[in-house]
């Protein structure tokens, strides 16, 4: 069967938006007039969404469940949906209803106009505490300050691919992964489309302070070597500051000064280069990690339910 859109959805205990999904996903695609499937990734629910995936795909074919072993992250479920998608173009939607489906036309009229890659841009954002607003805010950027990668601001996960994408991100297999860095890294014809960001449908958001940490973390070091020429300046300038200051110390001594006696100036300088040289090793160690992690080439998810084509 051929298909020219693949909607996927990660879905992390998300029973109470399902139904709603499922109905408001199914109006906008009808309406479309092409054929689609759904993807939703299960990414190890435990509020009983698994059983409701499982039956809202007894009941319509087009719905192709990707059941989790256990909970691998959004990024991990959306590198699944890649992997299970067979349509022409691929959207990547939050199951929370914050990305309106009814944006999907709009993304659909770029990529018939020949853009490969068109993201949701979130002109505005309702029903989010001031704290998530901002530290978004900052995150993207920062992000694109520092990243080589020009990953466009505001831009969430929620966008549409086209095939010849999709296939290029699926050969990429890191395993601390930034898709919207992913998918902005391969090139291709961008555009960007504006939208007004939802509230969710119901539920909490699975994104504590914590875990948008560790996806900052994620985008950065997946894309950058900011952190550690962060370090080598620090270096350079403490070396030059040292080099300046040791011959200015000694002649002053030699020359009878007394300004530079005692422990708090050595403490002081101690403490700080000390300081400097931990948070550098720690620097050095997200690195190495990271790449320890590649190294033991686990897979990325394991599927305990896929469809079989
Ligand atoms: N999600 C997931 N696995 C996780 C966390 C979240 O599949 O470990 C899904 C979640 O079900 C939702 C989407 O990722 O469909 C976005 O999550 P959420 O709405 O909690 O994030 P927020 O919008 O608050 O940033
Ligand atoms: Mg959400």
């Given at each position: 069967?051929?298909?020219?859109?693949?909607?996927?959805?990660p879905?992390?205990?998300?029973?109470?938006?399902?139904?709603?999904?499922?109905?408001?996903?199914?109006?906008?695609?009808?309406?479309?007039?092409?054929?689609?499937?759904?993807?939703?990734?299960?990414?190890?629910?435990?509020?009983?969404?698994?059983?409701?995936?499982?039956?809202?795909?007894?009941?319509?074919?087009?719905?192709?469940?990707?059941?989790?072993?256990?909970?691998?992250?959004h990024q991990?479920?959306i590198?699944?949906?890649?992997?299970?998608?067979?349509?022409?173009?691929?959207?990547i939607i939050d199951?929370?209803?914050?990305d309106?489906?009814?944006?999907?036309?709009?993304?659909?009229?770029?990529?018939?106009?020949?853009?490969?890659?068109?993201?949701?841009?979130?002109?505005?954002?309702?029903?989010?505490?001031?704290?998530?607003?901002?530290?978004?805010?900052?995150?993207?950027?920062?992000?694109?300050?520092?990243?080589?990668?020009?990953?466009?601001?505001?831009t969430g996960d929620f966008r549409?691919?086209?095939?010849?994408?999709?296939?290029?991100?699926?050969?990429?297999?890191?395993?601390?992964?930034?898709p919207r860095?992913?998918s902005?890294?391969?090139?291709?014809?961008?555009?960007?489309?504006?939208?007004?960001?939802?509230?969710?449908?119901?539920?909490?958001?699975?994104?504590?302070?914590?875990?948008?940490?560790?996806?900052?973390?994620?985008?950065?070091?997946?894309?950058?070597?900011?952190?550690?020429?962060?370090?080598?300046?620090?270096?350079?300038?403490?070396?030059?500051?040292?080099?300046?200051?040791?011959?200015?110390?000694?002649?002053?001594?030699?020359?009878?000064?007394?300004?530079?006696?005692?422990?708090?100036?050595?403490?002081?300088?101690?403490?700080?280069?000390?300081?400097?040289?931990?948070?550098?090793?720690?620097?050095?160690?997200?690195?190495?990690?990271?790449?320890?992690?590649?190294?033991?080439?686990?897979?990325?998810?394991?599927?305990?339910?896929?469809?079989?084509?």
């Open positions: 069967m051929s298909v020219t859109y693949s909607i996927v959805a879905i992390y205990n998300e029973i109470d938006n399902l139904p709603l999904l499922y109905r408001r996903l199914t109006d906008v695609m009808e309406s479309s007039g092409e054929p689609w499937e759904l993807i939703l990734v299960d990414d190890g629910s435990t509020d009983g969404s698994t059983e409701k995936i499982r039956e809202l795909a007894a009941d319509d074919a087009r719905i192709r469940p990707v059941i989790f072993a256990r909970n691998f992250g991990i479920a590198t699944a949906g890649w992997d299970y998608a067979r349509g022409d173009a691929v959207v199951a929370d209803l914050q309106p489906p009814e944006v999907i036309l709009e993304l659909a009229k770029k990529w018939k106009e020949g853009y490969e890659v068109v993201y949701a841009v979130r002109a505005e954002r309702e029903g989010e505490t001031w704290f998530k607003k901002f530290t978004a805010s900052m995150f993207y950027r920062i992000i694109y300050r520092i990243t080589d990668v020009k990953i466009p601001v505001d549409l691919m086209d095939r010849k994408v999709v296939d290029v991100l699926k050969q990429m297999k890191e395993r601390h992964r930034f860095g992913m902005a890294w391969v090139g291709f014809k961008q555009i960007g489309v504006e939208y007004k960001r939802a509230a969710r449908h119901a539920g909490v958001t699975k994104y504590p302070f914590k875990k948008m940490l560790r996806l900052a973390l994620n985008a950065i070091t997946g894309f950058s070597y900011f952190p550690l020429q962060v370090a080598t300046f620090f270096g350079f300038i403490s070396a030059g500051v040292s080099i300046l200051a040791i011959p200015v110390v000694a002649i002053l001594r030699l020359a009878g000064s007394h300004f530079f006696e005692g422990q708090t100036t050595t403490l002081v300088s101690v403490l700080f280069l000390g300081g400097v040289q931990l948070i550098s090793l720690g620097i050095l160690g997200e690195y190495i990690g990271r790449l320890y992690d590649e190294a033991k080439g686990r897979p990325l998810y394991i599927v305990r339910d896929a469809p079989r084509d």
